[in-house]
């Protein structure tokens, strides 16, 4: 059982470069988010997904889009990666319908733009 | 606005000592509490919650938590500290309006002396 995966781990960009950072989750979760981690910040929410086709803006939303095709993949794209996104990434995924359900989180990626 | 505290980053306890790591809350209604736990280079993992009943909670690797509803305090508790117990943690609280929200608190690092 894989439960949720991240990849790259690692990556550097360039001012200005775009990429995607993969989610995928093998549990059959409705819900899925994404997070960034800075120090002292804790964890903010990005975007988020309540289904295949539903997404929606979390806390920090600007420069990243996010689409959910299917059930088990949450991909994140950098649109114009700038220093400000270098941060730590994490996906996480939840069982739908009940708000106590807890989340299940990927390894993260750990992101440097230069 | 709804926040998550968490008042102490750092928290240092010698091993075989109790360890209490402090969460309070100011989010209007009932909402769902979580304490997780990050090692190093890995993603969150879930400890405990509480959502309604006995306000001691108990969880994962002999973590407790106590619930105060006037103080609005989820605080972590643990009688007696390993080394292994050395960690980054996290409250959070979870709410539902037209979707799930969640917050997560900045995180307290703990540090379990030999």
């Known amino acids: 059982n894989a439960g949720v995966t991240q990849t790259p781990k690692f990556q550097v960009l360039k001012t200005g470069q775009s990429m995607t950072l993969q989610c995928a989750q093998d549990?059959?979760?409705?819900?899925m988010s994404w997070y960034r981690q800075d120090p002292g910040m804790g964890l903010r929410l990005i975007h988020y997904?309540?289904?295949?086709?539903?997404?929606d803006q979390g806390e920090v939303p600007n420069g990243y889009n996010v689409s959910r095709s299917t059930t088990e993949d949450f991909p994140l794209r950098l649109l114009s990666a700038a220093p400000s996104q270098t941060s730590v990434y994490f996906c996480?995924?939840?069982?739908?319908?009940?708000?106590?359900?807890?989340?299940?989180f990927g390894a993260g990626t750990r992101l440097s733009v230069l | 606005a709804q926040s998550v505290a968490q008042p102490e980053d750092q928290v240092n306890v010698a091993e075989g000592n109790p360890l209490t790591v402090k969460c309070t809350y100011s989010?209007?209604?009932?909402?769902?509490l979580f304490w997780y736990v990050q090692y190093p280079n890995r993603g969150l993992q879930f400890l405990l919650k509480?959502?309604?009943?006995?306000?001691l909670v108990k969880g994962s690797y002999g973590f407790e938590a106590e619930f105060n509803k006037s103080q609005t305090s989820f605080h972590l508790k643990k009688p007696s500290a390993l080394v292994s117990d050395s960690a980054l943690y996290f409250c959070?609280?979870?709410?539902?309006?037209?979707?799930?929200?969640?917050?997560f608190g900045p995180g307290t690092s703990l540090s379990v002396i030999p």
């Open positions: 996480a995924s939840s069982y739908g319908g009940r708000t106590d359900n807890i989340q299940y």
């Open positions: 549990m059959n979760h409705e819900y």
């Open positions: 997904s309540v289904g295949a086709g539903i997404t």
């Open positions: 989010v209007s209604g009932n909402p769902y």
């Open positions: 509480y959502i309604t009943g006995d306000n």
């Open positions: 959070a609280v979870r709410w539902k309006t037209s979707y799930d929200k969640v917050i």
